[in-house]
């Protein structure tokens, strides 16, 4: 029998220049629904400053819009007069796509209020994919108050409700408001689940996968080039601990040597203050290169470093597995789901203080450094157990086939 295609349209925030793990989500999932008869693919990307023409508008299986956001995005963010103007006269970009009961599948939490908007003018269904647990972002933006949260809801274990760390009204919206909540990891349900006063139905956790880029034939050698190529990928923010990597090679430099690849966005300015602290390193800074020559220097690579104090998914872990990398990772809760400790990867613990806050424990980062460069075995051993955890876990197929049977729930329709 044959049905008329189902109307998915992806929402997003996003800024110019920076790569992240929801974009990359969002691509996966298009382009793999896309190849679906049953579905119609609409992508409107609403753009934080530059310009859209910059900015590819179709694809061959499916349409991508780009929509930007007015110029002053702080001013636009906190003003709801000003939003609510916004998101009127935008609507149209959605009602001319939508069809019969499309599914609002939102990666910006910040878009559940247009989301709402367009329920009200239209039979639809909003789901929100949760990629992060929003208080964390504070490391960023207030190390101070971050510090607060992490105390007292890892360490005090105080929290009795929604308003301690629920502190956005847009979050508190997609939780309440959405007809299902995508998390990517267990740990992110539950903190829902223990800090929402009202009860929500439906939280799904899929983890993020991928379609497998380096082949059935993978064949990684394990032999140490000379010198040692590390490879971090991420930007400069505090939270995904470049700094604390440059502090653990800085203890190895004099007897080992070793080259560190940075793939992603740092300043120049930083850059050259990152040469001149650590002199005696061997660092590349490779900016924001294509996932193309990504994937070159994740094959490339020896060790894959990840040193982040907050993350979830991570589509990098998920890349490194995939190249069958010797990983070495911070044991935070989103990774401590992915990996298992001297099996797939040598996990390193985080080290909070009341004054310095958290980070990774550096000396012990430098440790299993030395004992993958100097342990054949142990390389070879953790390289391919990530690479199978990547097949049994992170697979696109794995992803995709969870994504449709949520989208069949929300609009009753047969799933095959």
């Known amino acids: 029998m044959n049905r008329t295609p189902r109307n998915i349209i992806f929402l997003e925030m996003f800024v110019p220049g920076n790569t992240n793990g929801v974009t990359r989500c ?18 409107i990307r609403f753009l934080c400053g530059g310009n859209c023409q910059e900015f590819e508008a179709s694809k061959k299986d499916y349409t991508v819009k780009i929509i930007p956001l007015p110029t002053d995005v702080n001013s636009f963010l906190s003003n709801s007069q000003i939003r609510q103007k916004f998101w009127e006269e935008t609507i149209s970009e959605i009602v001319h796509v939508a069809g019969e009961v499309p599914i609002l599948h939102i990666h910006t939490l910040n878009l559940i209020e247009f989301a709402i908007i367009v329920k009200q003018r239209i039979l639809c269904k909003i789901v929100t994919h949760l990629h992060c647990i929003p208080w964390k972002s504070l490391f960023n933006k207030d190390v101070n108050k971050f510090n607060k949260y992490y105390q007292n809801y890892y360490l005090n274990a105080k929290h009795k409700s929604a308003i301690n760390f629920v502190y ?13 909540v995508i ?17 929500i139905d439906n939280i799904q956790v899929v983890p993020n996968g991928m379609m497998d880029i380096a082949g059935h034939e993978f064949n990684k050698c394990y032999a140490l080039s000379n010198p040692v190529k590390c490879l971090f990928v991420g930007n400069s923010h505090d939270s ?33 203050t990152i040469q001149d602290t650590y002199p005696l390193l061997d660092i590349h800074f490779l900016g924001n290169i294509p996932f193309y020559q990504l994937c070159d220097y994740y094959m490339d690579s020896d060790i894959g470093i990840i040193a982040s104090v907050q993350e979830q998914c991570s589509y990098v872990a998920i890349e490194m597995m995939m190249f069958g990398l010797p990983i070495i990772t911070t044991d935070v809760d989103g990774l401590h789901e992915m990996f298992t400790s001297k099996e797939n990867s040598i996990m390193i613990p ?21 004992t993958l460069m100097t342990n054949h075995r142990l390389r070879k051993h953790i390289g391919l157990a990530a690479r199978h955890q990547f097949n049994i876990r992170y697979s696109q197929r794995q992803m995709i086939n969870s994504i449709k049977y949520i989208y069949s729930s929300l609009i009753n329709c047969d799933y095959e």
């Open 240 to 272: 995904k601990g470049l700094k604390y990597i440059l502090e653990s090679l800085s203890l190895l430099v004099t007897n080992y040597e070793i080259s560190l690849y940075v793939a992603g966005k740092v300043g120049n300015k930083l850059s050259d």
């Open 168 to 180: 956005n009204p847009y979050e508190w919206n997609c939780y309440c408001k959405s007809d299902c």
């Open 350 to 370: 985080l080290v909070f203080d009341a004054t310095q806050g958290l980070k990774p424990d550096v000396k012990m980062m430098a440790t299993a450094l030395e």
């Open 183 to 199: 998390c990517v990891t267990e740990c992110a349900r539950d903190y829902i689940i223990k800090n929402c006063e009202k009860h």
């Open 26 to 43: 969002i691509q996966v999932i298009a382009n793999a629904l896309a190849k679906d008869k049953a579905y119609n693919i609409s992508w």
